[in-house]
């Protein structure tokens, strides 16, 4: 198990971080539709935190239909490629719209930003 050492930023609750995280990994496909996820215990290991924080973490993502239990098997990634999808849309909007309102606090008008996507390389 490789254990990573994340800088955890204190004006948030870590469960909240790691399930950020681990929302990432799903959405980049390091932990697939339908596999089985690492246990409370190793998570907590992983990412160096306390195993109450992680089962909080983990109790969120399970809330809002990232994964699942199966009983006495463990925790599964959600097989729902839709959902997935949906949920990295709607992250990718939310960080997009946090892009757009970060030029414009700094002055620039719609054209302006329009302008500097334009000439962005991606």
Do not use: H, W
Not at 9 to 16: E, H, M, R, V
Not at 52 to 62: F, G, R, S, V
Request: net charge neutral; with cysteine.
């Amino acid at each position: 198990m490789i254990i990573i050492s994340y800088v955890f930023d204190n004006d948030k609750p870590i469960y909240l971080q790691l399930e950020e995280i681990i929302k990432k990994e799903i959405f980049k496909g390091e932990l697939l539709p339908s596999s089985k996820i690492p246990s409370v215990r190793d998570f907590a290991l992983k990412y160096q935190v306390n195993p109450n924080t992680m089962q909080k973490a983990l109790q969120c993502l399970e809330e809002e239909g990232f994964i699942y239990t199966v009983r006495t098997s463990g925790k599964y990634v959600t097989e729902d490629r839709e959902f997935i999808l949906k949920e990295k849309r709607l992250l990718a909007k939310s960080l997009y719209q946090d892009f757009i309102n970060n030029l414009k606090s700094l002055g620039y008008s719609d054209t302006d930003i329009k302008k500097i996507l334009k000439e962005s390389e991606f």
